[in-house]
């Protein structure tokens, strides 16, 4: 049974745009805080923003001014606009939610994001 399931990454060049989402079933998702992760190629994952259920946000230094995360909890979806994206953009992403329907650590299939030129 998929949860979780992403979308919106692809190949874009530097200076680009792009909005990920990831759209969820099986729980009641505006109770849950929410994140998203990233690994670069070679590199381990690392934290790139998250929200609480009442909507206060945090980034990562590398992305603050260029992405927004937000959620709608009509849609049971989270997104992460990415503007002014660059080469160190270029990652798999990853939904994440430190509890989910009773469990921990719940992660999104991962959806790959390529910044080049």
């Known amino acids: 049974q998929v949860q979780f399931v992403e979308s919106g990454g692809g190949l874009v060049q530097p200076g680009g745009s792009l909005r990920l989402s990831c759209a969820t079933s099986?729980?009641?998702?505006?109770?849950?805080?929410v994140g998203w992760y990233r690994q670069p190629p070679g590199k381990q994952r690392e934290l790139v923003a998250t929200?609480?259920?009442?909507?206060?946000?945090n980034y990562a230094d590398s992305v603050k001014g260029r992405f927004t995360i937000s959620r709608d909890n009509a849609k049971n979806t989270v997104y992460l606009q990415m503007n002014s994206l660059k080469a160190e953009d270029t990652a798999v992403y990853y939904c994440?939610?430190?509890?989910?329907?009773?469990?921990?650590?719940?992660w999104g299939q991962g959806t790959q994001v390529t910044v080049s030129s």
């Open positions: 099986g729980s009641i998702f505006s109770i849950y805080n």
């Open positions: 994440y939610f430190p509890s989910w329907g009773g469990a921990r650590n719940a």
């Open positions: 929200i609480t259920t009442s909507g206060h946000t």
